[in-house]
């Protein structure tokens, strides 16, 4: 079996994917925690020497390290023959929501919810143009979430890993209750919560804290 070695901090959600996906395929990996908020995957050292993108997370798979949620994924789906397309209308449709996720959903919330809660004085104007465009992503997402049981239909995918993981962290984190504001996606959150092996964000992914100003 492969060794895994898994590059995070505990407040990113596209770790969390991944961890999450490891963990749902029977897999155990070991966590490297990263000190995103000392600014090191910004430091040429840490681009040189792990990842040349400066992102995180970083999966290293038997040595070779692996970057970019999204792929990563479809890998994993592919490698244990869980959770990805079974046909070529359901690949499509994967890549499709993953592809809206990373560019819409994860892409803004990730933002907004670090400009909200892990900055000292967050700009009020950004976070109002933030959650506008949030509030439009989350309604897509609600009205496909009423027919559907998860992103591709009756069952779970990568795609439902990658669109719930920034929205799985505490409501004081994120701004949104889904529970009143969006129905449909708090139902799905818990069918996603109710898959065997699930673990929430911060017990999945331990390790010191970002502070938190909100």
Same mark, same amino acid.
């Given at each position: 079996? @492969?060794?895994?070695?898994?590059?995070?901090? @505990?407040?990113?959600?596209?770790?969390?994917?991944?961890?999450?996906?490891?963990?749902?395929?029977?897999?155990?990996? =070991?966590?490297?925690?990263?000190?995103?908020?000392?600014?090191?995957?910004?430091?040429? $050292?840490?681009? $040189?020497?792990?990842?040349?993108?400066? *992102?995180?997370?970083?999966?290293? *798979?038997?040595?070779?390290?692996? /970057?970019?949620?999204?792929?990563?994924?479809?890998? %994993?789906? =592919? $490698?244990?023959?869980?959770?990805?397309? =079974?046909?070529?209308? *359901?690949?499509?449709?994967? !890549?499709?929501? %993953?592809?809206?996720?990373?560019?819409?959903?994860?892409?803004?919330?990730?933002?907004?919810?670090?400009?909200?809660?892990?900055?000292?004085?967050?700009?009020?104007?950004? !976070?109002?143009?933030?959650?506008?465009?949030?509030?439009?992503? !989350?309604?897509? !997402?609600?009205? #496909? +979430?009423?027919?559907?049981?998860?992103?591709?239909? &009756?069952?779970? /995918?990568?795609? &439902?890993?990658?669109?719930?993981?920034?929205?799985?962290? @505490?409501?004081? =984190?994120?701004?949104? &209750?889904?529970?009143?504001? #969006?129905?449909?996606?708090?139902?799905?959150?818990?069918?996603?919560?109710?898959?065997?092996?699930?673990?929430?964000?911060?017990? +999945?992914? @331990?390790?010191?804290?970002?502070?938190?100003?909100?």
């Amino acid at each position: 079996m @492969p060794i895994y070695r898994l590059h995070y901090f @505990p407040e990113s959600g596209n770790s969390y994917k991944l961890a999450l996906m490891l963990t749902l395929c029977g897999q155990t990996f =070991e966590p490297v925690w990263t000190d995103f908020g000392g600014g090191v995957t910004r430091t040429p $050292q840490w681009r $040189q020497t792990v990842n040349p993108m400066g *992102e995180i997370p970083v999966l290293e *798979e038997d040595g070779e390290r692996l /970057t970019q949620t999204a792929p990563i994924l479809l890998k %994993l789906a =592919e $490698q244990y023959g869980r959770f990805g397309g =079974e046909t070529a209308a *359901e690949k499509f449709e994967v !890549l499709r929501w %993953l592809f809206w996720d990373n560019h819409k959903l994860t892409g803004y919330m990730a933002t907004y919810r670090y400009h909200r809660t892990f900055t000292p004085a967050p700009d009020p104007h950004v !976070l109002t143009y933030f959650r506008k465009r949030l509030d439009d992503f !989350l309604a897509i !997402l609600e009205q #496909h +979430l009423q027919r559907n049981a998860f992103a591709i239909g &009756d069952r779970p /995918t990568v795609a &439902d890993f990658s669109m719930i993981a920034y929205l799985s962290f @505490p409501v004081d =984190e994120t701004g949104y &209750d889904f529970a009143v504001s #969006h129905p449909a996606i708090s139902a799905w959150l818990a069918r996603v919560a109710s898959l065997p092996g699930w673990r929430s964000p911060y017990d +999945l992914l @331990p390790g010191k804290r970002l502070t938190h100003y909100v």
